[in-house]
């Protein structure tokens, strides 16, 4: 039967890199309604139209409303073996109005949970530094640059630091994830759908055992 992937992590988890990779891999599109909102906020269409409202008028986009922006997206063929979601469910009724979906399209439902220590997360976040000119990621914890504060390639220009990776902001955001998704994991632990994959390694061997888990080996 056709998955529907839940791919569930907190920040810095390594979750989109195993979207990526799941898509590239198992040819399931990655359906990231962030990205579906901005899309749909450049056409011409009543929901499009509905949309621009929310957003105008600054107020969240309603339950009822995300799921019909869900159903559409994944009600086109390039979703008829099933699909990974990215950032969707985010709430109780949300995960309910996809139970119906699942049914609805016909396909089976499995949630798998990228996990990483809060601790691991927060050096992830605060230790990350880019290089300006060629876009060179490293972390002062696990991935430092050979000297302090430069890039590798280009010495001459300082690395930098993203003002939301500062420790209060990202404890702030850890916090915040907490809050909002340990419901959905309860959620998904009580009918035995959830997977937890430990996130702590490298992202080959994350996506060996997320594979094994959307394909039922």
Do not use: W
């Amino acid at each position: 039967m056709a998955k529907i992937v839940v791919l569930m992590g907190a920040p810095g988890a390594g979750k989109g890199t195993q979207a990526r990779l799941l898509q590239d891999r198992t040819g399931l599109p990655q359906i990231s309604t962030g990205d579906m909102f901005r899309a749909i906020a450049q056409e011409e269409s009543p929901l499009a139209d509905e949309v621009r409202a929310v957003q105008a008028s600054g107020r969240l986009i309603s339950d009822d409303l995300v799921i019909r922006i869900v159903r559409d997206r994944t009600n086109r063929p390039d979703c008829r073996n099933g699909y990974i979601l990215d950032g969707f469910p985010r709430t109780i009724k949300q995960a309910e109005m996809l139970e119906a979906l699942a049914k609805e399209q016909g396909h089976e439902l499995v949630a798998v949970l990228i996990d990483v220590p809060f601790d691991v997360l927060e050096k992830r976040m605060t230790g990350r530094r880019t290089c300006p000119v060629c876009g060179e990621i490293y972390n002062i914890y696990f991935k430092p640059p050979k000297t302090d504060e430069v890039c590798d390639r280009h010495p001459e220009v300082k690395l930098m630091h993203r003002s939301d990776d500062v420790p209060e902001k990202v404890r702030v955001r850890l916090e915040t994830y907490e809050q909002q998704t340990r419901p959905l994991l309860d959620y998904y632990a009580a009918t035995g759908r959830l997977h937890r994959v430990d996130g702590t390694r490298t992202p080959e061997e994350i996506y060996r055992d997320v594979e094994r888990i959307v394909l039922g080996q």
